[in-house]
């Protein structure tokens, strides 16, 4: 059964910063990893899809990394600001099966 | 921009009553998902369909949700009775192939009192 880690589950940076979001999965046979990002009592945005033979997926000031082999994707946002304050979510599609499994997300708060 | 369109935003109801949401995926997306998502967790299966067939739906509690998408377009989740435990929001997302990107509505919030 594919499980799915966000760590930090809650994170805390002043405006400016670079930062990093992690994501793991427990099983590398994986078609393919989304990044969603969701505002309070809001439904879910896409922000990046990154196919299993991709190694990296960008859209402006965000990075999205994909290590299959070692089960681990990362967000990279650059020059943060207070408009990206929004928990992030990632998702797995394992091989087999259509459904998206989720972490349970990081809040990220960009202070001013 | 096309969109999932789910209605209604917000839903208060009764426990023991019946409620329904309603869900409109993006034209010619074959995969629609509902996903049930707890304050500050992340969503969670309930159903998977292919156009008109149910995929997926080994964690919909079928004793008292059902769902149906009648002509492989948009889709209606139920349920009755509705328990306190199923305050919730309900979101809904669709997607065209196997590679390709997941979108979702804005979801129902979903209160039992």
């Known amino acids: 059964k594919q499980e799915v880690t966000q760590i930090p589950a809650a994170l805390s940076v002043p405006e400016g910063e670079n930062l990093v979001l992690n994501c793991s999965f427990t099983d590398s046979a994986i078609y393919n990893l989304q990044w969603f990002r969701q505002d309070p009592g809001k439904g879910l945005t896409s922000l990046l899809l990154i196919q299993s033979s991709q190694r990296e997926q960008t859209s402006g000031r965000l990075n999205a990394s994909l290590d299959k082999s070692s089960g681990r994707s990362t967000l990279y946002i650059a020059a943060s600001q207070p408009g990206d304050s929004a928990t992030y979510l990632c998702a797995v599609i394992s091989s087999g099966a259509q459904k998206l499994v989720f972490g349970q997300g990081t809040r990220l708060t960009i202070n001013p | 921009e096309a969109e999932v369109a789910q209605s209604p935003r917000y839903k208060i109801t009764e426990k023991s009553q019946a409620v329904a949401f309603w869900c409109d995926p993006i034209?010619?997306?074959?995969?629609l998902y509902w996903y049930r998502q707890i304050l500050g967790q992340g969503p969670e299966l309930l159903v998977q369909?292919?156009?008109?067939?149910?995929?997926?739906d080994s964690q919909l509690p079928k004793d008292r949700f059902s769902a149906e998408r009648l002509k492989g377009v948009d889709s209606t989740l139920k349920i009755q009775p509705a328990e306190l435990g199923d305050s919730a929001m309900y979101l809904c997302a669709s997607k065209q192939g196997l590679n390709t990107e997941a979108f979702f509505g804005q979801g129902t919030r979903l209160t039992v009192v």
């Open positions: 369909f292919q156009d008109e067939s149910v995929v997926d």
């Open positions: 034209s010619g997306h074959a995969t």
